[in-house]
């Protein structure tokens, strides 16, 4: 089944007069099959609306039409790696991370939802109680309770914010590096009146002065320090926004013992990971600790939470296959017909493609997205 849609898709890309003719029976369908197959992904109990198709027509995360291809290019250089040995420039990561959200926030809105990471499966359960469980869980270590100030260190479109704000009653502070992030988030907070909450554009490898010393009483990073050229900058920087007894939760993006380096299709799943996710390398599972010890924080508890008994946090990705299929056919389709800005299909595809490697790299164990560290400022 999942191998005749990807002959369809081909075919589409091939043959643009039968494309054109079956655009708009394949539109309809996707669509369809979109709201009908994705209804899970989506936080439909924060009554907000995600991207679709006509929001995507416009451009792409605040870029116009036209600066999508150029940034695309931009990013695959920066980003494409071989032989495990991540990308040569760190220097430029920053930037081409922010390039990176320019690219695929409103396609992870559109297919995935607003919380932008994985969670393991709850039996019986959907995917949101799955969600709001692996972020609740970080608001209870932390102890977040009213009257207490929070980071949310690379906050995305605010998935998580949103839910730790409403179940904690703490002040929630929400950074991202990407602009067209902030206006998303701001605006999903303001729609559902979480009022509890403020968003930043701003850089987690320099957050001070934007933010005062020591004027956190805990912070949280959901999948996305893995972003930072290195752990020692990004936690440095926690390190000094929060108070004396401050803790700080991470989820991060680790490689496991069970991964060989010396194994090449274990360093290919790994290169395909980083590159479809703008991981500047992936880190091993002792460098996250090393990392915190060396700038000075306590390590309260360390946890793979990729392990079983929790359940697979890539069986989403297996199941979403058939609905990703659908939504390329489509996206190559409109591209076709210059209704999408034409580098989104290889965009698209990017995504697409990497979820093999997620759900291999899941199924060997031999990488996690969330391996959690709880520290404390001494
Ligand atoms: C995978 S997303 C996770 C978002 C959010 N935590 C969630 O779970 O929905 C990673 C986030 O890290 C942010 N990020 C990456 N590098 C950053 C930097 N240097 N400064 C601030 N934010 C950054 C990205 O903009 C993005 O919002």
Same mark, same amino acid.
């Not at 690379?154 to 904690?168: D, E, F, K, Q, Y």
């Given at each position: ?21 079956? &655009?708009?029976?394949?539109a ?17 109990d924060?009554?907000?609306? *995600?991207?679709?198709?006509? @929001?995507? @027509?416009k ?21 494409? =790696?071989?032989e495990g ?12 991370? %922010? *390039?990176?959200? %320019? ?35 970080? /608001? ?10 929070a ?26 590096? %990407?602009?067209?992030?902030?206006? $998303? ?17 701003g850089?987690?490898l320099?957050?001070?002065? =934007?933010?005062?010393?020591? &004027?956190?009483?805990? /912070?949280?990073?959901i ?18 926004? +929060? ?11 680790? @490689? *496991?013992? +069970? ?14 990971? %980083? ?12 460098? *996250? ?33 058939l =609905? ?39 199924? $060997?164990?031999?990488? @996690?997205?969330m391996?959690?560290?709880? +520290? =404390?400022?001494?």
């Amino acid at each position: 089944m999942v191998g005749m849609f990807s002959k369809a898709a081909d075919f589409g890309v091939d043959h643009p007069a039968a494309t054109l003719a079956c &655009s708009a029976f394949a539109a309809g369908f996707s669509f369809m099959a979109y709201y009908h197959f994705s209804g899970p992904s989506i936080r439909s109990d924060e009554g907000t609306k *995600t991207r679709n198709f006509f @929001s995507l @027509s416009k451009g792409l995360g605040g870029l116009k039409r036209k600066e999508v291809t150029h940034e695309w290019k931009d990013y695959d250089k920066t980003f494409t =790696q071989s032989e495990g040995r991540g990308i040569s420039d760190k220097d430029h990561t920053k930037d081409a991370v %922010n *390039t990176f959200y %320019n690219l695929v926030t409103d396609i992870y809105e559109w297919g995935w939802g607003q919380s932008f990471h994985f969670s393991p499966s709850l039996k019986g359960k959907g995917v949101a109680p799955a969600e709001v469980a692996h972020e609740t869980r970080v /608001a209870d270590i932390l102890g977040l309770k009213p009257g207490l100030k929070a980071l949310d260190v690379g906050c995305g479109v605010g998935g998580p914010l949103r839910t730790i704000a409403a179940h904690s009653g703490a002040h929630v502070t929400g950074v991202t590096i %990407n602009e067209y992030q902030v206006q $998303r988030c701001a605006m999903m907070c303001e729609k559902l009146g979480i009022e509890n909450v403020d968003i930043q554009q701003g850089n987690f490898l320099k957050l001070v002065p =934007q933010f005062e010393e020591e &004027s956190f009483d805990a /912070a949280y990073a959901i999948e996305a320090t893995c972003h930072s050229p290195t752990l020692e900058e990004v936690y440095s920087e926690v390190y000094r926004l +929060l108070k004396p007894g401050g803790k700080f939760v991470s989820y991060e993006w680790v @490689s *496991t013992d +069970l991964y060989d380096p010396n194994r090449e299709e274990h360093v290919s799943c790994i290169d395909a990971i %980083n590159y479809a996710n703008a991981l500047p390398e992936m880190r091993t599972w002792r460098q *996250t600790t090393e990392a915190a010890r060396k700038v000075g924080f306590k390590v309260i508890e360390e946890r793979d939470l990729a392990i079983s008994p929790a359940g697979e946090w890539w069986s989403r990705l297996k199941v979403g296959k058939l =609905q990703y299929k659908l939504n390329h056919l489509v996206i190559s389709v409109l591209a076709k017909m210059m209704v999408l800005p034409k580098s989104m299909v290889d965009v698209h595809h990017m995504l697409v493609s990497v979820a093999n490697s997620l759900v291999e790299g899941g199924e $060997r164990g031999i990488f @996690s997205p969330m391996y959690m560290v709880v +520290l =404390q400022k001494p």
